[in-house]
């Protein structure tokens, strides 16, 4: 309601100009808005991280619905994968909850040349020393890789 509103007003020849950039200011940043908070909740309702080893590769991806995002790991190159610990409290006051949403981050981190990439956002630490367990008995990976 408040984005046709403002557009109206934007196309309405008898608002001042102070008025209309003020309007089309307000207008992208609620447009941005709406989509961060789109995103959260189809992610909550329907997002899934899926993690795939494969000939020397892994593929670290989230997808909602049938829209995917990947990148591929060249199995050589990882090091120090190993648990990211959650603060007991952050900033915010909300601690272990600061990923709630699962859309970045992670309780899984690992370093690729020098970049340290974390992943596994919607997993407790448990789930993610269990992951690791895994991946460990994979012949896809060596002791090289842990950390």
């Known amino acids: 309601m408040g984005e046709t509103f403002a557009i109206t007003q934007v196309f309405n020849s008898d ?8 309007l089309l200011v307000w207008l992208t940043m609620w447009t941005i808005g709406g989509f961060f908070a789109i995103t959260a909740l189809l ?8 993690i795939k080893v494969d000939s020397g590769v892994m593929e670290i991806g989230r997808q909602i619905f049938n829209f995917k995002k990947s990148k591929k790991y060249d199995i050589n190159e990882i090091r120090h994968l190993s648990i990211n610990p959650a603060p007991d409290i952050d900033i915010w006051g909300m601690g272990n909850q600061r990923n709630m949403f699962g859309l970045k981050g992670g309780v899984l ?7 340290t990439l974390k992943f596994g956002g919607g997993i407790d630490e448990a789930e993610g020393r269990l992951l690791i367990e895994t991946l460990k008995i994979n012949p896809n990976f060596k002791e090289t890789n842990f950390g």
């Open 15 to 22: 608002t001042p100009l102070f008025a209309n950039a003020f």
């Open 43 to 50: 992610w909550s309702i329907a997002g899934q991280e899926i």
């Open 109 to 115: 981190k690992f370093d690729y040349g020098l970049k």
